[in-house]
């Protein structure tokens, strides 16, 4: 479970809105549970079935997150997302996890909805 998360949105109040052809910022906050030396990103729309974003950059370390991360140690992870001009407008329910590749536990997973308008 995240300490934080902030979304840079469109709005102020109500279900976060992100505009086609904009770029928006995540941020969260956690304190993981285990060790991990390399994370992968996994962002999906949760309606009926959980959809894959298209184009996202799975891979986590680098400009996302600082690796190794630390078990029981503050850790920031940061993305950058594009709204690409085909995605359906519409308000989904969002869930986003980071895993340790190599051992698949999952680090920290959250959810939250957007509206793309």
Not at 77 to 85: A, R
Not at 91 to 100: A, F, G, K, M, R
Request: with cysteine.
């Amino acid at each position: 479970m995240p300490r934080a998360v902030f979304m840079t949105c469109a709005n102020r109040r109500g279900v976060c809105e992100v505009r086609i052809g904009n770029t928006h910022n995540l941020r969260a906050i956690f304190i993981p549970d285990y060790n991990a030396t390399d994370v992968d990103s996994y962002v999906r729309w949760n309606s009926w079935f959980e959809v894959p974003l298209p184009g996202q950059n799975r891979i986590a370390c680098g400009a996302n997150i600082a690796c190794p991360v630390q078990a029981g140690v503050p850790t920031r992870f940061t993305y950058t997302l594009d709204i690409q001009d085909f995605w359906p407008r519409n308000e989904y329910p969002v869930i986003w996890s980071l895993t340790d590749t190599k051992t698949d536990e999952v680090l920290v997973c959250f959810k939250f909805k957007i509206n793309i308008v």
